[in-house]
């Protein structure tokens, strides 16, 4: 089987000495596909040859007038079906879709993955970003985006993800401007990944404005009973602090 650089330059000459033939080219890939259906590394192969074939619509469609939004959308959703948690795939879906104004469509072809009991954090992840990149006249508000985050943590994949979880939190703080929601957040997701340093530490970066005292000594107790590394013994600074409140 021909290297994926080949293959691709050979597609790419069937796309530009055709004046310029976009069906050539993308049959050309689908022969390449086609033939792989038996190979031992069928689904490594024809992933890479999706992620060609999405970079060579996304150069057609930015150096040519002439093409179908219909032929540009089949193959997209095609690789995307294949691969659904492929980021290139995901994101050249979403480019084109915000070029042919029809920003909906994303959302609908990430429905069927999120739904899914084989969703991934990759997939939330994108989800979540396409939500909050959304115009307003779409549907796109605070609501929206917090409502994808709730599901995100609450499935399979994202609940124990710190990654989502810290997300959730600065997003509340930075974006939404809700402190106080930002620290239920935070609450919450110190049950699913209590192990997580980086996490727990957003109580004294972020949260400090609605966090007491009491409070704050009991996350820097949680980081000593999980014996978590503290390159600052606040010790004497906490009963400083009671010795003083008791004065």
Not at 197 to 211: D, E, T, W
């Amino acid at each position: 089987m021909l290297e994926g650089n080949s293959l691709d330059c050979l597609h790419s000459h069937a796309l530009l000495t055709r004046e310029p033939d976009l069906p050539a080219a993308l049959n050309a890939y689908h022969m390449t596909l086609a033939s792989l259906t038996n190979h031992p590394s069928a689904s490594a192969a024809a992933e890479i040859l999706h992620q060609y074939r999405t970079s060579l619509l996304l150069f057609h469609i930015s150096h040519s007038r002439t093409y179908q939004p219909s032929t540009i959308r089949t193959a997209l959703t095609n690789s995307m079906a294949l691969f659904p948690h492929n980021t290139h795939l995901l994101s050249a879906f979403r480019e084109t879709e915000l070029r042919f104004r029809l920003d909906d469509r994303v959302r609908a072809a990430l429905s069927p993955t999120l739904a899914s009991k084989n969703s991934t954090v990759v997939g939330w992840a994108f989800a979540i970003s396409n939500e909050m990149r959304r115009p307003v006249h779409l549907g796109s508000t605070v609501h929206s985006v917090r409502r994808l985050f709730d599901r995100a943590v609450a499935s399979r994949a994202g609940r124990n993800s710190a990654a989502l979880w810290g997300w959730w939190v600065r997003w509340e703080v930075e974006t939404a401007g809700d402190v106080a929601r930002a620290k239920e957040v935070w609450l919450r997701g110190l049950r699913e990944v209590p192990w997580c340093k980086g996490f727990i530490m957003l109580a004294f970066k972020l949260l400090r404005s609605v966090m007491g005292f009491e409070e704050l000594r009991r996350v820097y107790d949680v980081l000593a009973e999980k014996e978590l590394r503290v390159h600052v013994d606040l010790e004497e600074c906490f009963e400083k602090k009671l010795g003083l409140a008791r004065t």
